[in-house]
């Protein structure tokens, strides 16, 4: 008899235990926010669309850092985002600031073209014109992502931003080629 009941009080305090892991401890979990889901490391996406920028490719760029969110959505991934679209803002103000509208349409061809079909049925348009389409587009994508990367955490942006600042002013004819060493791509 002394063993059902010693049997009897172990099922009972793993019984309390159970309820209380599943009343209190799990409802905790569900509710906290999960705004840093970024890896401990830096990802593929990031160190190719640091490669990509250094060859000014913005499309593959972008693509990648779009890649990122999807795998890994956190501030710090929509941050990267927004500062791509900052990027080729920046050197489309650059290169048509200096009358260079020869690399305005090749900035324009590198954003449109998707593949071999395009070489076939090119998209065209006048380089003043390409300008302002993609500079009226990434300013509002960009918009957009900052907005989505200070929803999940305010504190974390501010940071990014302080730095790709500081990378902006020590690099300011040439800041949109890379990132922000502190970033660690």
Avoid at 32 to 57: C, N, T
Wanted: a neutral charge.
């Amino acid at each position: 008899m002394d063993g059902v009941l010693r049997c009897a009080s172990r099922v009972r305090g793993r019984l309390a235990l159970f309820l209380v892991i599943g009343l209190v401890v799990v409802p905790a979990l569900l509710q906290a926010p999960r705004v840093h889901a970024s890896p401990e490391g830096v990802r593929d996406h990031l160190k190719r669309a640091r490669i990509f920028l250094a060859a000014g490719d913005y499309r593959r760029a972008l693509e990648a850092c779009q890649r990122e969110v999807e795998a890994s959505p956190s501030a710090e991934s929509y941050t990267y985002l927004t500062y791509v679209y900052h990027a080729i803002d920046g050197y489309l103000d650059h290169v048509s600031k200096a009358d260079r509208w020869v690399l305005v349409e090749q900035l324009y061809v590198n954003l449109a073209t998707e593949g071999p079909q395009d070489l076939v049925d090119p998209p065209d348009v006048l380089a003043r014109i390409a300008k302002e389409i993609i500079q009226g587009s990434v300013r509002q994508q960009s918009d957009v992502t900052a907005a989505m990367a200070a929803r999940l955490d305010d504190a974390i942006v501010a940071r990014l931003w302080k730095q790709q600042a500081a990378w902006r002013a020590a690099k300011p004819d040439s800041w949109w080629w890379g990132v922000p060493d502190a970033w660690g791509w």
